[in-house]
């Protein structure tokens, strides 16, 4: 985490306040929330099935991918946010996420979405099938209703 123009006292601050819930820090995966704002971000690092669980609760899933990706969800007052892209420009086929209400909150609908995203299923879980040949590391948007 960057804080410009924090000096010593008010970093430990910031700290202290537990701004962040670190989901992983592992050479497979870095991923963190701020329930605050709404925002769950993770970067899967291998090309491998990775599931990300609360760390207060371990069987409470919040997000899973199939390879390398970087995902970040942003929940606001009724809708939900997701982007994902290859940020390796490697993979040459679909990216499979799978995102749990503990990130996104109860999905209604879907508001808009890029043609390379397939929604394959939103309840329980919000599963995406994610084309990725050709994106070149680009973001690939998907907007939901939620309640």
Do not use: C
């Amino acid at each position: 985490m960057l804080l410009p123009n924090h000096d010593a006292s008010q970093t430990q601050a910031y700290a202290a306040s537990t701004p962040l819930t670190i989901l992983e820090n592992s050479p497979e995966a870095q991923a963190v929330s701020k329930a605050s704002i709404g925002v769950t971000g993770a970067l899967f690092l291998k090309n491998q099935v990775k599931l990300l669980s609360l760390p207060s609760s371990p069987s409470t899933p919040v997000m899973k991918s199939d390879r390398s990706a970087a995902v970040l969800v942003h929940k606001s007052e009724g809708v939900v946010k997701v982007g994902i892209s290859d940020p390796t420009w490697e993979n040459t086929g679909t990216v499979n996420v799978e995102i749990w209400p503990t990130a996104t909150g109860t999905i209604t609908g879907v508001v808009s979405k890029d043609a390379r995203i397939t929604v394959v299923q939103t309840t329980p879980s919000l599963k995406l099938a994610v084309n990725v040949q050709g994106a070149q590391g680009g973001t690939l948007t998907a907007s939901f209703t939620v309640r």
